[in-house]
């Protein structure tokens, strides 16, 4: 099952992006229902949970809960944010939603506002997303001119407008503090939690924040119920999910398959592995998840639970697939490089820590490794862990440790012989 076969409503016309296509599949048909007949917000909310949608972008937490928190009857300005800032390395779906199908998004967007109490929204889509931004654009002057979008939609007594972002260029903004203090015109750093965004967001007003894919789910949850949503799934692992397959496979893309879908399937709808070498490791849910042998790997359910079993996480279904020929001590480095460069500063343990990672690792790539360096590293790593303000800590060590738990031996050779043990 590819892109837009399960869940994502458009059909294979020329020009998918657009109102008369979405139109023409049911798209918008659920707001209209939702504003004509006055629906309670605690029936949507009921119905989100129902369905066990989990956040899409890499925390996995219960969207119906989410949208509980907010406190909907609070006087004053209340804020729905799409956080479509996308920059985990190995994620590449949400710009194919945003490319392909942005009104499922915004309708999404403005259910979610209704729901929460929200009359503005906004969308912060990655600064590189040059294509996607502008289709997203597009389909926003669209959705306005339809009266889907402005005061009084569709004669009802919801307002409700709509913003595009770009995004500052940062890793760290995807964090959504980091996101929210982007939109206001600040530096790029996350916030100290507690206050929440519930209570203090954007603008210090209430404010709820999800992944593009979670809000793009929105509208065919409720048309077909959550019950339904929650059938294509597992137990507490609702509906189905785009995982983005790269790395050392045939077919490398976006396939949208039901949550709990074997590894092996997935690896399978991808082509296999290139050039009939054997898989050696995956990443299972973007660089910032702990790596899996490949062995391992194939027995593994693709949800939050399945992966959680297996010593990982599903992120935001970020898969980078490796064969044989890898050099994992390569690979980490080029990893612990990117959370080097990618750290705001902001916290000591992540400012100074990630650099430390990224420096011994180098070192044990180009031969001049010491014995100690892997101590060193898991005892760094570990320091890092849960000592910073935001999960970019966390992110830069789990593959460090993850990587020295599994393939220990390879990190062994090149202090040994100052080169690397796998053959190209």
Request: aromatic share 10%; proline share 6%.
């Amino acid at each position: 099952m590819k892109l837009n076969q399960v869940c994502f409503r458009t059909r294979h016309l020329d020009q998918p992006w657009t109102l008369q296509s979405y139109r023409s599949v049911g798209g918008y048909k659920v707001l209209e229902d939702i504003l004509q007949n006055s629906t309670r917000p605690e029936e949507i909310i009921e119905e989100i949970k129902n369905s066990a949608l989990r956040g899409r972008g890499g925390a996995g937490f219960p969207t119906g809960l989410k949208w509980s928190f907010m406190p909907r009857r609070m006087p004053g300005a209340k804020y729905i944010v799409c956080n479509s800032d996308e920059g985990e390395p190995g994620t590449c779906k949400d710009r194919d939603i945003l490319r392909y199908n942005p009104h499922q998004v915004i309708e999404g967007m403005i259910i979610a506002g209704y729901t929460i109490g929200a009359q503005t929204g906004y969308n912060y889509i990655r600064g590189e997303f040059v294509e996607p931004f502008e289709r997203f654009e597009n389909a926003i002057a669209e959705a306005r001119e339809a009266g889907y979008l402005g005061k009084n939609i569709l004669g009802s007594n919801f307002n409700f407008e709509l913003y595009t972002q770009p995004g500052a260029g940062a890793y760290i903004c995807g964090e959504e503090t980091a996101l929210l203090e982007s939109i206001e015109g600040k530096k790029g750093q996350p916030r100290y939690k507690p206050p929440f965004p519930a209570g203090y967001g954007l603008y210090g007003r209430p404010t709820t924040i999800n992944n593009t894919e979670t809000l793009a789910s929105v509208p065919v949850i409720l048309q077909n119920g959550g019950d339904w949503f929650h059938e294509i799934g597992t137990p507490n692992n609702g509906g189905s999910k785009i995982f983005s397959v790269s790395g050392h496979v045939n077919k490398p893309g976006n396939y949208e398959v039901p949550m709990g879908t074997p590894f092996s399937e997935l690896l399978e709808l991808a082509g296999g592995i290139k050039n009939g070498n054997k898989i050696k490791a995956v990443i299972p849910g973007g660089s910032s998840t702990p790596v899996i042998p490949g062995d391992i790997m194939m027995d593994v359910a693709m949800s939050y639970d399945g992966l959680s079993r297996a010593g990982s996480m599903l992120g935001a279904g970020s898969v980078i697939v490796m064969d044989e020929t890898t050099c994992m001590v390569k690979a980490l480095e080029r990893i612990a490089e990117f959370y080097y460069e990618e750290s705001c500063g902001q916290c000591t343990p992540c400012r100074e820590g990630t650099g430390w990672l990224y420096r011994v690792v180098k070192r044990i790539e180009h031969g001049q490794g010491k014995q100690e360096d892997l101590d060193r590293l898991v005892d760094v790593a570990h320091n890092i862990n849960g000592n910073t303000i935001c999960a970019l800590g966390d992110a830069a060590a789990a593959p460090v440790i993850s990587f020295i738990k599994h393939f220990r031996d390879e990190f062994q050779y090149h202090i040994d012989h100052g080169c690397c043990q796998v053959k190209k």
